[in-house]
């Protein structure tokens, strides 16, 4: 029988980390958002109607990196050193790169799928109106590909 180390008949509890080593932890995640040719072209000449995409997309991703556990019921609270985001643009997507990194006791890739997760969907909100067709619908636009590039666990402090 398999034994659960997060939820138990009804009762969650978040796993006990405090005899775990405090050491360098470090995981980058990405994700994919395919949009309208058009669209893009806004977003890299800076004339949505929204205003910066990537600029509000980056502010989202570092507030929801921070908000995680807060966000994820079993996620531990860390402290977060460093997060960088990085946006790559081609002619029918936008792929965001979420980096986290922490010193603690647990990692830190849910923090970057969350920061992944919620940059694509800042972008969506921010260019929402553009992406619809004359139905109402969203006939191209998809996010996809959320996946942990890596993952790494270094050096104790």
Known sequence: MTEFTHITDDRARMVDVSSKNEVNREAVASGVIILRPETLKAIADGTTIKG?????ARVAATLAVKDTSRMIPMCHNIPVHGIDIEFEQDERSITAR??????????????????????LLTIWDMVK????DENGQYPVT??????VEEKRKGHQP
């Open 129 to 132: 109106s553009a992406e619809k």
């Open 142 to 147: 998809r996010i996809s590909d959320i996946i």
């Open 52 to 56: 910066n995409v990537l600029a509000t």
């Open 98 to 119: 979420v980096k986290v990194i922490s010193s603690g006791k647990t990692g830190v890739e849910m923090e970057a799928l969350v920061g992944a997760s919620t940059a």
